[in-house]
């Protein structure tokens, strides 16, 4: 397969995939239970929710990895299953992908601070390494270190993918809208910034996930192309801010509305386009369809 730069070089608009979370919900997963441990434990649950993004047509998909790291795991007992754990979710999502959809191994925070002194930035850097190699070698053809908030943390992320793998990296942060209508992480971190530091930091491509929907997310990608016109851009935007009734939660951007300002968003610059909390895979194939117009 061509790298995914080669493909953005090329002009190409490629579609992601949408939420996992809410799916396993709706399978089964109870608050409180790992959702990485559905790798082993509900193999056919977790490769239905990747085969679902790729009957929508995505031209990539995600794993069910974003909490395997050492640090998340072992608050489940199971911090020595990282490898298991993570190498299962690239195979299930290589399993549904094929030959022709790409596989992008997600690797998310820790939860641990290194300004509070919980953890070392080479502790950091050896968890984040054994998740990446794990899910290469269960077949990603690419490293996904996503909604991030500190800058830090997500520099030690992009080493341990970049100096272990020989995957392409892409690394998102999350975004926050202030009331003075700026966007900045929940470290402080804004998207300009953010660019000059990741792409310093050797990312592949970047970009911003989750806290906003597709309105919020088009700002926040001019402002990232504002300072550099070269990157490549994915962009993963939830449905809407979330909306909780009756203990159900749900979210109001539909895959006809957020579809509507696909266009605007690759005008802005974007040239990934998924979703995140509350997608589905009709929002994903209306996402195909907006670019395919």
């Known amino acids: 397969m061509k790298k995914l730069t080669e493909r953005i070089k090329a002009k190409e608009i490629l579609i992601s995939d949408g939420a996992w979370g809410t799916f396993l919900q709706q399978k089964g997963l109870q608050p409180g ?19 679902s993004y790729v009957n929508a047509g995505s031209d990539m998909i995600e794993t069910n990895s974003f909490g395997g790291s ?7 007992g199971l911090a020595d299953k990282v490898y298991d754990l993570n190498k299962a979710a690239a195979e299930i999502s290589r399993e549904a992908a094929g030959a022709a959809v790409y596989v992008l191994g ?13 953890v070392t930035a080479e502790e950091l850097t050896e968890g984040f390494r054994e998740q990446a190699m794990a899910l290469e070698a269960g077949g990603a053809n690419a490293i996904i270190i996503e909604t991030f908030t500190d800058l830090d943390e997500a520099r030690c992320a992009i080493r341990a993918a970049k100096e272990n793998t020989s995957l392409e990296v892409i690394c998102t942060m999350t975004f926050d ?3 003075d209508g700026t966007y900045h992480s929940m470290m402080g971190i804004s998207p300009a910034v953010m660019t000059a530091e990741l792409t310093e930091a050797g990312a592949d491509i970047i970009g911003a996930n989750c806290g906003n929907g597709m309105e919020g997310m088009i700002a926040i990608t001019k402002e990232i192309r504002s300072v550099n016109a070269e990157i490549p851009i994915l962009i993963h935007a939830n449905a809407g801010a979330p909306i909780y009734k009756d203990g159900v939660t749900s979210f ?9 300002l696909v266009h605007e968003l690759i005008l802005g610059g974007a040239n990934i386009i998924g979703g995140c909390c509350g997608t589905t895979p009709e929002h994903i194939a209306k ?3 907006a670019v395919n117009e």
């Not at 998310?108 to 300004?115: D, E, I, V, W």
Request: proline share 7%.
């Open 70 to 76: 050492r640090f998340k795991l072992e608050h489940f």
């Open 287 to 289: 996402f195909v369809a």
């Open 177 to 179: 809208k202030g009331v």
């Open 33 to 51: 239970e790992c959702p990485e441990l559905w790798n082993l434990t509900h193999r056919d649950d977790v490769l239905s929710i990747a085969q």
């Open 252 to 260: 109001p951007e539909t895959p006809e509305y957020m579809a509507g």
């Open 106 to 118: 997600s690797i998310g925070p820790t939860g641990k601070f290194l300004m509070m002194e919980e």
